[in-house]
């Protein structure tokens, strides 16, 4: 094992834009009898609506680990037990897996994972822009910054409907997202390219499936947009460099051209240096 080193981090930044109404589930244990059966997450200082990073990290493994499964390139080899329900998952540990390096493996008791291996990627929790904040705040609805949607369900023979009332984000919304990759280890440097691309293959996967719950309803329809990406190395940290910003970027775009263009000047510290 080498001895960890950060070599330079890329920070990944964009907006998530909604398309349709989005519902990721909050604490119900505020929800008023005659009120609103299923509430967004909200920020507990601010009460805003918010995307948990770990609700986005959870969407993109899942999403990533599901891709390479079609290919054949993974097994789902771990069982967890989330809510009472059996979710099958991957986690092997390897630091040549791209899921288990981006996304981290912890672990297990069984000994399948032997080792912790720290995630590489950070998602940060996604805040509202302030356009959209401004926007939300002219809503004219009995909840702060979100819309409620009725929703019913018909039994099938008694025809007794079973309606329901839930929250969301509105269509139009949008939030500042960003995740930053580490690239701590010599031995990962030979990855970076793999890790980017797949991690843009993970946003584009996300913009024709969906974030939150309802998926299949018509809700948590996204749209990456705006991406950027920055390079700091370490000389950045060190006060002695700047970071090196490549704007804006398309998500269709060649990862080894945009690789480049972020590098050939090099004042942000090149791929591998060592300070
Ligand atoms: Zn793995």
Same mark, same amino acid.
């Not at 948990?52 to 493994?61: D, F, I």
């Not at 540990?93 to 080792?115: M, P, Y």
């Given at each position: 094992?080498?001895? =960890?080193?950060?070599a ?5 930044e ?22 609103v059966?299923?509430l &967004?997450?909200?920020?507990? &200082? ?7 990073g =770990? ?12 891709h ?20 099958s998952?991957?986690e092997?540990? $390897?630091n040549k897996?791209v899921i288990?390096?981006l996304f ?10 032997k080792e ?13 822009? $302030?356009?959209s ?14 819309? &409620? ?15 329901r009332q839930?929250?969301? &984000? ?6 500042? @997202?960003?995740?930053v ?8 440097f030979q990855?970076?390219?793999?890790d980017?691309k797949e ?17 299949s ?17 370490? =000389? ?17 775009g ?8 972020? @590098?050939?000047?090099?004042?942000g510290?090149?791929?591998?240096e060592?300070?």
């Amino acid at each position: 094992m080498v001895a =960890s080193k950060i070599a330079g981090k890329m920070l990944i930044e964009g907006k998530i834009h909604c398309l349709t109404g989005l519902h990721i589930g909050g604490n119900q244990d505020v929800s008023e009898i005659g009120g609103v059966d299923l509430l &967004v997450i909200r920020d507990a &200082v601010s009460r805003e609506p918010y995307i948990p990073g =770990s609700s986005l990290k959870g969407k993109l493994r899942s999403l990533l680990e599901r891709h390479h499964f079609a290919k054949g390139t993974l097994e789902f080899n771990k069982k967890m037990i989330v809510g009472g329900q059996n979710i099958s998952h991957h986690e092997c540990g $390897e630091n040549k897996c791209v899921i288990c390096r981006l996304f981290g493996a912890s672990r297990s008791k069984d000994g399948s994972t032997k080792e912790n291996l720290p995630a590489s990627l950070y998602v940060r929790d996604a805040y509202l822009t $302030e356009e959209s904040r401004d926007k939300l705040s002219q809503l004219e609805s009995a909840y702060y910054l979100s819309e &409620v949607k009725f929703e019913n369900t018909l039994d099938r023979i008694t025809c007794a409907a079973n309606p329901r009332q839930i929250e969301r &984000v509105p269509r139009g919304t949008e939030f500042h @997202f960003q995740m930053v990759y580490n690239l701590w280890q010599p031995e990962n440097f030979q990855y970076f390219e793999e890790d980017i691309k797949e991690l843009f293959a993970a946003l584009r996967l996300l913009n024709d499936d969906y974030l939150g719950g309802h998926g299949s309803r018509g809700y948590g329809h996204v749209e990456i947009k705006g991406l950027t990406l920055k390079w700091r190395g370490l =000389s950045y940290y060190t006060g002695e460099g700047k970071e090196e910003k490549e704007e804006p970027v398309e998500l269709t775009g060649d990862v080894n051209q945009l690789i480049d263009k972020i @590098f050939q000047h090099g004042t942000g510290g090149t791929l591998g240096e060592d300070k």
